[in-house]
Every structure is written in structure tokens, then in C-alpha cells.
């Protein structure tokens, strides 16, 4: 008998932390096109504005090259908790990072971040070791190349990490389109060409 356990996400017990998706670090990201990229970090944004997770931005070393946050997220979350470290590479090792995470009071972590090895896997690792439950959304995380990334995505993954897409993220969120169609598709419609056609040709058709 399998003793997996499909432990889900719960908008109940989630808390998102975006880390140093900043605008210099952003230029190195190699593996999605600079404009899916984007798309799918504000698409992870508007997803937890739309669930009502509570939210932490983090930034490292914005006075080097590593840049300011990119201003639209702080534009979509503009009172949430703003930890702009020092020099710590591992967000974990900032004592106010962490003191953000608890006090969410979340067992479950949503990560996406610049660069995935490093920004993303260390606090990932870091939650793990601390008993957290940590989802990494693939498609919002980035870095050099693919090589690069894969590895990342392994060593996290054999720690025990869930990686998804955003959209996995948003559908295991959701559970069931009867909780709130319009306000999904319009998220899915806002970020996904492709969907917002479905979305235009069901709504022809009603």
C-alpha cells in the first residue's frame, strides 16, 4: 500500500513569499523570455491578492547591482511586509524575514524568486529544515539556463519541495469553479493569451 500523501495547497494555511525578484537580478534570468517572466511573477502577485494570502517581499543588496524591486509588484502590494536586506544571500538568515514568515502563523510557503539556485532553494531548504510545508512556483523563479535550473529544481525536490506552475498553484488554491468563476478567469484570462480566448468565446455563447 503507497504511503504517499497528496498534501494540497490551502488558502487557509498559505503564505507567499516573493523573493528578490529585483530589477537587476531580473536581466540574468536566462530560462523564460523576459516578458513571459514577468508575466508569470505578476501573475503569482495577482494570484495571492486574489486568494488573500498574506504576502512578503524581500529584496537583497538593493543599493548593488542587484536593484531596486520591480515596481509592480509593490504596486499590487503596497502595505505588505518589505524586508529589504542588508547582504544576507539566504532570505533565512535575516532574523526580520523569518519573523514575517511566523508571524503569518502559515505552515504552508508559496516561493518564487531570482535566481532559483540561490534566492529561491536556500530559504526553500531553510523552511524544509524548519518543519514548513514549501511549494516553489517553477514558471515565477529564475536563473542562468536550463541546466542550471534543473539541478536547482532537483536538490529542492529531494528535500522535499513541491514545485508547480502558477496556474497548479491557482487551481489547487481554487478546488472548484463553483467557489468563483468570473473571478478566476479573469485572473487566468489577464495572464494567459490562450485562455482569454476560451474565456471570450464562452461568454459568446451564454
Not at 43 to 66: C, K, M, Q
Not at 84 to 94: K, L, M, S, T, V
Not at 95 to 105: I, L, M, S, Y
Request: proline share 5%; glycine share 6%; hydrophobic share 40%.
Amino acid at each position: 500500500m503507497s504511503s504517499f500523501k497528496y498534501r494540497r495547497l490551502d488558502k487557509s494555511d498559505a503564505a507567499v513569499l516573493l523573493v528578490d525578484h529585483q530589477s537587476g537580478l531580473c536581466n540574468i534570468v536566462g530560462d523564460f523570455s523576459p516578458d513571459d517572466f514577468k508575466n508569470n511573477v505578476l501573475a503569482v502577485a495577482d494570484a495571492a491578492r486574489y486568494f488573500g494570502l498574506p504576502t512578503i517581499l524581500t529584496t537583497s543588496f538593493e543599493s548593488g547591482p542587484n536593484g531596486p524591486l520591480v515596481p509592480e509588484i509593490k504596486q499590487i502590494f503596497p502595505d505588505a511586509p518589505y524586508i529589504a536586506r542588508p547582504g544576507q544571500i539566504n532570505a533565512w538568515d535575516n532574523e526580520d524575514f523569518v519573523k514575517a514568515v511566523k508571524k503569518t502563523g502559515k505552515k504552508q510557503l508559496i516561493i518564487a524568486g531570482v535566481v532559483t539556485e540561490v534566492c529561491v532553494a536556500f530559504p526553500a531548504l531553510s523552511a524544509i529544515e524548519e518543519g514548513y510545508e514549501v511549494f516553489v512556483v517553477t514558471d515565477a523563479s529564475g536563473t542562468f539556463n536550463q541546466t542550471t535550473r534543473d539541478a536547482a529544481w532537483s536538490r529542492m525536490e529531494a528535500a522535499g519541495v513541491q514545485l508547480m506552475s502558477w496556474f497548479g498553484m491557482a487551481c489547487e488554491l481554487h478546488r472548484d469553479w463553483r467557489n468563483d468563476m468570473e473571478g478566476l478567469g479573469a485572473l487566468f484570462s489577464n495572464h494567459l493569451p490562450a485562455y482569454r480566448n476560451l474565456i471570450t468565446s464562452y461568454s459568446a455563447q451564454k
